[in-house]
């Protein structure tokens, strides 16, 4: 069955430093999302990506991060300068719309950021 | 504006009894509504949604949900736990559908033997 897979499973970096979060879709999923839970927290929505452009984000992804879709296959995010409250569990999410309408998002297992 | 309250942040049941997990949802627009299930080390698995049409869905692994616009709920249930549904579970709110979903804060399911 078709997944979305993430890589690393878990990344540990040094504050300030820039930390690329990757991501591969489903192969014909049409929309991409990043969603991120910090520890005991809410699953948070940061952005999605559609056509080659951000669609919506929210107010957590601010111009520190990024997101690309650099090739056919991957979806990335980047951190340009982490800080420690950027440690959380990042889910990336596919979806495709189907009979006309956008409904369900298939995620990834996560990638866990730890920022010391 | 969108949120999701989920009441019960751990819930317990035994073998064979009923699992009922809450979900209140406020939303400007019709909702859409989502139960995922995260069991562990792994990603959000989506259990069942609601677009429009039957207020009753049915998703996997026997759960079902209802939404009710006059209680704002979309409670999820099943008639009888197994051990195998001890997992995370997350109510989610959106106003598009998949994209910019709305989740609460979880609710740990334990089934004891």
């Known amino acids: 069955e078709p997944e979305v897979t993430q890589t690393p499973s878990h990344q540990v970096t040094q504050m300030g430093q820039e930390v690329i979060l990757r991501c591969v879709p489903i192969s014909n999923h049409l929309y991409f999302y990043w969603y991120r839970q910090i520890l005991g927290q809410k699953v948070e929505f940061l952005v999605s990506f559609y056509n080659n452009e951000i669609s919506e984000k929210s107010e957590i992804f601010d111009d520190q991060f990024s997101v690309e879709r650099p090739d056919g296959s991957n979806f990335t995010l980047k951190i340009r300068s982490t800080k420690l409250e950027d440690s959380a569990m990042y889910f990336c999410?596919?979806?495709?719309?189907?009979?006309?309408?956008?409904?369900?998002?298939?995620f990834g297992q996560g990638t866990r950021l730890t920022v010391v | 504006a969108q949120s999701v309250t989920q009441l019960g942040s751990h819930v317990s049941v035994s073998e064979g009894a009923l699992v009922l997990l809450r979900c209140n949802y406020s939303?400007?627009?019709?909702?859409?509504l989502f139960w995922y299930v995260q069991y562990p080390n792994q990603g959000l698995q989506l259990l069942l949604k609601?677009?429009?049409?039957?207020?009753l869905v049915k998703g996997i692994n026997g759960f079902e949900a209802e939404f009710k616009k006059s209680e704002t709920s979309f409670h999820l249930t099943k008639p009888s736990a197994h051990m195998s549904d001890a997992a995370e579970y997350f109510c989610?709110?959106?106003?598009?559908?998949?994209?910019?979903?709305?989740f609460g804060t979880g609710t740990r399911l334990t089934v004891i033997p």
């Open positions: 989610a709110v959106s106003r598009t559908g998949a994209n910019n979903l709305f």
């Open positions: 609601y677009t429009t049409g039957a207020t």
């Open positions: 999410a596919s979806s495709r719309p189907q009979q006309g309408a956008n409904t369900e998002a298939f």
């Open positions: 939303s400007s627009v019709p909702p859409y």
